[in-house]
């Protein structure tokens, strides 16, 4: 089993930029959730989706943030235009929807906006 | 949601037992109690979880009081490479969201 995969690992960004990260959730899986950890705010929780459909996206910062799920093994968080605090290591994880909740983490992707 | 109180940090000695404590008086009937950790530049990584009975699985063991408003993760030989960030999070029901508090670092030392 691969576990959840995360690309890119590291991104280094201008502010203004598109940033696309991307999470592949691990098969059979059908619950799908994206974090940012930052050292002041620690772990949040951004978006989550069950069966491909975003259910609570509350923790989304605003409206420069994104995210999609076109089917069960791909997801895209996007940050347009990115800026210097959206810096942070961004999870992906996923779960079976349901039951007992049991996440499973991708190894994250570092962003660094300058 | 239920609120947390744990340590801010632990220490303890190679080849121990680490018990780390956990204060979860809100928590509601339906409610689990899981545990994750974190080592450093690492996703999060589930342990544990726990409704009303004692749970042991081959990473740890958790001990629920029967009140249920508190528990402990007990790591019974620790190594150096427990040393993390314990989260201990009642509920992630049938939402699926965990939140995630500031946990207990432990620190596991030779």
Redesign the interface.
């Known amino acids: 089993d691969a576990g959840?995969i995360q690309s890119p690992r590291h991104e280094v960004t201008e502010m203004g930029q598109e940033v696309t990260l991307r999470c592949k959730p691990i098969s059979g899986h059908n619950?799908l959730?994206w974090?940012r950890q930052t050292m002041m705010r620690?772990?949040?929780?951004l978006i989550?989706f069950?069966n491909n459909v975003p259910?609570?996206d509350s923790g989304m910062p605003e409206d420069r943030f994104s995210a999609k799920m076109p089917n069960a093994s791909f997801s895209t968080l996007k940050i347009q235009p990115s800026e210097p605090r959206d810096s942070a290591v961004y999870?992906c994880?996923s779960?079976l929807?349901?039951g007992?909740?049991?996440?499973?983490?991708?190894?994250?992707t570092r962003l660094t906006v300058l | 949601d239920a609120k947390t109180t744990q340590p801010t940090s632990m220490d303890c000695a190679e080849g121990r037992a680490a018990n780390l404590p956990c204060n979860h008086s809100t928590i509601s009937g339906n409610e689990y109690v899981y545990w994750y950790r974190q080592i450093h530049s690492q996703g999060p990584q589930y342990i544990i979880h726990g409704l009303k009975n004692n749970e042991t699985n081959e990473m740890a063991s958790l001990i629920i009081t029967e009140d249920r408003k508190s528990s402990t993760l007990i790591l019974p030989h620790a190594t150096l490479r427990d040393t993390a960030v314990y989260y201990c999070i009642p509920g992630g029901g049938s939402q699926g969201n965990l939140i995630f508090g500031k946990g207990t670092k432990l620190s596991v030392k030779p």
């Open positions: 959840v619950s959730f974090y620690g772990l949040e929780l989550y069950n259910i609570d999870f994880a779960s929807v349901g007992v909740n049991t996440q499973y983490f991708g190894p994250g």
